[in-house]
């Protein structure tokens, strides 16, 4: 692998250094533009909100918010962010969980739309304010993920109001005085068969179907979170989004017109779908050993990567210049735990110190989960298009590291 987009990798390592994160503009816009055409030829009302935790630097936010596209925040810092990057509060969607009540004071200052994990988070929210409007995320009981640590429903996940309290969850909220509801769902990540999609919206709709009908609600919104996935290993294949689109509106337009719930706006919140395959990690080999077994150490590692260390994630490694993968090695970083392993018994060209390798698909969940373990400064971010290759975050300096330590 030589080049991301008209870039030649070995020239962006030289001028910017390694480890260096590189985003790619012409695919997230590609991203974006296939993910949306999918859904607005089935829904007439139809947002899609950036995840904001796959990917926070405000460059990459800019340019969703110049797609049109709106932010899915989990965090007070997150929200600001998305805002100081131009995001309109109206396109905000919040979706946290355990939220302390000072997180919700603040919060509770700004008109952004918050998808409650329990009743008791709305309560705690109703401290510093009475919502006209109120969503909540439903636990439907069940869930799916790519690893364990990505289910985000089912009854082992920390997420959601359990489904078998939504109707004392909306019940609450309307004496309260709200009257204008929504409603979301997220119940896994990185899902890359269609149908998935459609359960979970069935799934949400028979939990909430009735409930809004008695409580007569008609919601301004059904939020289905993210979780779009993409493929990581060669033999996996890309999401049918054309379909996924289909057969969740498919049971979107029969439940609304079962239930009675008029035409809510659909919501989606995808990251890794829209961000993932733009971003590569650019590292160096700096050592590499014939121990037990034939290791192959960058200066990447779990401290600028942490998802295969975290949840045993896969992600394909390139050498610049070589692609003969005759040897099985193992690629590890620098960092004194030895789950600071990026990929075990991987075919690898013979390679040797100073040899550049590109680590794929690492734009969701990359920089955004990177930190300073070990001492390891955070990587630099760089943005490619075809006419410039900028600079979006510098790689930290020592004087970064400690700033926030010498305030005595
Ligand atoms: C509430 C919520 N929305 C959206 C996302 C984005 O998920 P993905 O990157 O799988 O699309 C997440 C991820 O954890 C989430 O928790």
Known sequence: MEKIQNWDIKELAE????????????????????????????????????????????????????????????????????????????????????????????????????????????????????????????????????????????????????????????????????????????????????????????????????????????????????????????????????????????IYYEFCQKYDLGNPELKIEPGRYLIANAGYLISKITGIKNGYKKFVGIDAGMNSLLRPSLYGAVHRIKVYGKNDNTHLVQICGQICENSDILAKNVPFPKVQEGDLCIILDVGAYGFSMASNYNGRPLPAEVLVDDASARLIRKRQNFEDFVRSMKFL
């Not at 869930?143 to 089912?154: A, P, Y």
């Not at 769902?185 to 269609?194: A, D, F, R």
């Not at 709709?205 to 979780?227: A, C, H, M, S, T």
């Open 15 to 250: 001028k910017f250094g390694t480890p260096l994160y590189v985003y790619s503009k012409q695919k997230i816009v590609d991203n974006y533009y296939r993910l949306h055409k999918a859904f607005e030829q089935h829904f007439s009302k139809f947002q899609i909100h950036f995840s904001v935790k796959s990917n926070s630097n405000i460059h990459i936010l800019r340019i969703f918010r110049d797609l049109g596209c709106g932010a899915d925040c989990s965090s007070p810092f997150e929200l600001l962010l998305a805002l100081e990057a131009g995001i309109k509060e109206e396109k905000i969607v919040y979706t946290g969980n355990y939220e302390s009540s000072e997180d919700f004071e603040l919060l509770s200052k700004y008109n952004v739309k918050i998808n409650f994990d329990d009743i008791t988070s709305y309560s705690r929210f109703c401290q510093f304010k009475q919502p006209k409007f109120v969503s909540f995320r439903v636990n439907p009981g069940i869930g799916k993920g790519g690893f364990e640590g990505i289910t985000t429903g089912g009854a082992d996940a920390k997420f959601g109001v359990p489904y078998e309290l939504i109707y004392q969850a909306y019940s609450k909220a309307k004496s309260n005085g709200a009257n204008e509801f929504g409603v979301h769902i997220m119940t896994g990540s990185n899902i890359l068969e269609p149908i998935y999609f459609a359960e979970v919206t069935e799934k949400l709709f028979r939990i909430v179907g009735r409930v809004f009908n008695e409580l007569e609600i008609k919601p301004n919104y059904v939020d289905i979170g993210g979780g779009f996935g993409i493929p990581y290993t060669d033999d996996e294949r890309d999401l049918d989004v054309e379909n996924t689109a289909k057969l969740i509106s498919e």
